[in-house]
């Protein structure tokens, strides 16, 4: 079936509605606001709306209801996000509230060689933050059959942790220990294994280094890096103090859900240290090698360059895609954990001294016992795109703090 090229967006308004007794409770009557922006140029997003609406009927706990064109209007009045597909969060979450619903749904079709593919993301309006986001899901791009059944594996993706609780840690879920202080972070289990570190064949020309076998106890990480709002929480100094400490410099994306940035490493452990303090925890910066093996997707990995893609535009945002700034946290898809800008955004601090890779077997390593610089990992949204890879090293001396510089979180199991 041939579509004529276009950019459209669908908005579908629904309710969700759950029969069981012991869900009712809290997820009675909630509306979400659903949306698709269409970025293959084929037209489909019209399509995708409606399959959208109906995946969710089929889960037989939710009835949809007719757009709300209202919502659309004042999507595209605030914020002229059509040259990129870009949305932020926050906004989308004043809207929602505006419009009285209670989470909105972010879905996008990109392309992938001949094929397409759909993702999409759950913003909690309340929070601004994202509830959980799907994997992208390929389909035939003449095949509209594969397009509806690519929309119900996303909606049961997007809906499935929010029907049912897991008790039991399972790699990539996250952590069910209380969050005690708005400072803390949330977490994702990371089960310990054997991995290659450093050089890899799917890495290609970008390999500047060897590798080495690396045997890695559980621990938590955090599914997102460090937000500005947790920082304030427990530093209670903003972005704007912080740059000014770099010297006045320009700032990089403001608010609550983006990455904190302009902070060196001293001050990081300082950020820790209260933290701890406040919640009787032992958080700390992850290892590099507990960084690497987080970042390629632990034991669930399947070997991607860049951290949950070989497609570095789906997981990060660099050079080509950020517009010169930061965005805010969980806004491209996730890695295989669940984890969220391992790859791009800012750079984010690590334990470790830098030094040469060891050829011999490690356990739990914890890099050189001392050095100049600490390695940095991930890229930046001013990187290039190899600076991205899951394997790309860089360091910086401890006093050191800049514009695209962050960190994330690690707590042993």
């Not at 280094?209 to 621990?219: E, I, R, Y």
């Not at 427990?234 to 994306?253: C, E, F, H, P």
Request: net charge negative; hydrophobic share 35%; glycine share 10%.
């Amino acid at each position: 079936m041939r579509m004529k090229n276009a950019f459209f967006i669908s908005l579908t308004s629904v309710f969700l509605l759950f029969p069981f007794p012991f869900l009712f409770a809290q997820q009675a009557n909630e509306k979400v606001a659903i949306y698709t922006t269409d970025e293959s140029g084929m037209g489909y997003a019209g399509f995708v709306g409606d399959f959208l609406t109906n995946a969710i009927v089929k889960q037989g706990r939710y009835e949809a209801y007719e757009r709300t064109s209202a919502f659309l209007a004042e999507l595209n009045k605030e914020q002229a996000f059509q040259r990129t597909g870009a949305v932020d969060d926050s906004q989308i979450s004043s809207l929602g509230k505006m419009f009285g619903v209670q989470l909105v749904c972010v879905a996008k079709i990109g392309k992938l060689g001949s094929d397409l593919y759909i993702s999409a993301r759950l913003v909690n309006v309340e929070t601004s933050r994202l509830n959980t986001s799907s994997r992208p899901v390929r389909f035939g791009a003449d095949d509209l059959e594969e397009m509806e059944s690519a929309c119900l594996e996303v909606v049961k993706s997007l809906f499935m942790d929010r029907d049912y609780q897991v008790d039991t840690p399972v790699s990539g879920n996250s952590s069910s220990s209380s969050r005690r202080h708005p400072g803390e972070p949330e977490m994702v289990f990371v089960q310990g294994g054997t991995f290659l570190m450093g050089c890899t064949a799917e890495q290609g020309g970008d390999c500047l280094q060897g590798n080495h076998s690396v045997t890695l106890s559980d621990f938590y990480i955090g599914k997102y890096e460090v937000t500005q709002a947790e920082w304030e929480a427990v530093m209670g100094t903003t972005i704007s103090q912080q740059r000014d400490k770099a010297g006045g410099r320009s700032l990089y994306g403001v608010g609550a859900n983006y990455p904190m940035y302009y902070v060196n490493w001293d001050e990081v452990q300082e950020f820790i240290s209260r933290l701890n303090t406040l919640t009787g925890k032992q958080y700390r910066l992850p290892t590099e090698a507990e960084w690497e093996y987080a970042a390629q997707g632990g034991n669930q990995s399947r070997s991607y360059k860049y951290s949950g893609s070989n497609f570095i535009e789906q997981v990060a945002w660099f050079m080509n895609n950020s517009v010169g700034t930061n965005h805010p946290v969980g806004t491209k898809s996730p890695n295989e954990l669940g984890i969220y800008d391992m790859s791009g955004n800012v750079w984010e601090w690590c334990y470790d001294w830098y030094g040469s890779y060891s050829s011999a077997q490690q356990t739990n390593p914890m890099g050189p016992s001392s050095g100049v610089a600490r390695i940095i990992r991930g890229g930046s949204f001013n990187g290039l795109t190899a600076q991205s890879s899951v394997i790309n090293r860089a360091f910086f001396i401890p006093t050191f703090r800049s514009y695209d510089l962050g960190f994330r979180l690690v707590l042993s199991h």
